[in-house]
């Protein structure tokens, strides 16, 4: 209940926020779209309803998008986090390599990746994947060491190997690092999918965004960033849900981010 009356409370000063900014920067009505007039354009007006079944396939586009570049930037976060782990020698190679790929602009490397693997579901799980996979990486690592020497040799005592002490010990000490890794990759790879959307796809919200302040559709550019908003929070808020959870059955407290 804590995490929802927060998310809510958060909802609530970003939409002050809005109506403050709008005001204060004196933003045209034409450009700029209040809370009032994006629900209107989403449930009030006669072509609302067509709106919102064009904006539900695009953010079931996104959300496939999102999934694939999710999954594709965790699991090469956490291979390369027990790679670095097991064999500490392979973490100068590791590690400088996620860090380019993480300061290099994915808009200077969209060309050379669609020219690579094409415009399919390849690229965006390699956009995605980009954005997840350093701080997931780097929180991945710090939490499979924080094992102790006590627990290390304690395994090693009753006869397990590095590797039994890695699944065993490692895993379930990095628990809390690991769902701060998935918070943050939550909107990353959102982002991600909204990214190679717009630069490779041509589809889903990132794409219909561009298309429609292109077309100075405002109103539906508006309701399409607000939409996806929304969804990134509630997408959070879930991690953060599945977070307690999990922790608590361990006897964990969930680490704030």
Do not use: H
């Not at 067509?50 to 396939?57: A, G, H, P, Y």
């Not at 690592?141 to 009753?158: A, E, I, K, N």
């Not at 895993?171 to 690991?178: E, G, I, N, W």
Request: charged share 10%.
């Amino acid at each position: 209940m804590r995490q929802v009356a927060t998310m809510a409370f958060v909802l609530v000063v970003v939409v002050l926020l809005w109506i403050a900014a709008l005001r204060v920067w004196d933003v045209s009505p034409y450009v700029g779209k209040t809370p009032a007039e994006v629900w209107t354009s989403l449930f009030g007006e006669d072509d609302s309803a067509e709106l919102r079944s064009e904006i539900w396939t695009l953010l079931g586009q996104t959300l496939t998008d999102a999934g694939i570049g999710f999954a594709a930037g965790m699991l090469t976060a956490i291979l390369l986090a027990v790679v670095v782990v097991r064999y500490r020698m392979l973490e100068g190679a590791v590690m400088p390599v996620a860090l380019v790929l993480q300061t290099v602009p994915l808009i200077a490397l969209a060309p050379i990746l669609i020219l690579m693997v094409g415009r399919g579901y390849a690229i965006v799980a390699i956009m995605s994947a980009i954005v997840v996979l350093f701080p997931a990486l780097v929180n991945i690592v710090v939490g499979l060491r924080s094992v102790t020497p006590q627990m290390r040799d304690l395994v090693l005592v009753y006869g397990g190997s590095p590797t039994t002490v890695l699944l065993r010990v490692g895993f379930p000490s990095a628990l809390p690092a690991l769902f701060a890794s998935v918070r943050i990759a939550v909107p990353g790879s959102l982002t991600g999918a909204l990214l190679a959307e717009w630069l490779a796809t041509g589809k889903g919200i990132g794409y219909a965004v561009v298309s429609a302040a292109n077309r100075s559709q405002n109103a539906r550019v508006w309701a399409l960033v607000v939409v996806v908003t929304l969804t990134a929070l509630l997408l959070y808020l879930l991690a953060q849900l599945v977070e307690t959870a999990v922790l608590s059955r361990f006897g964990r407290t969930a680490t704030s981010a």
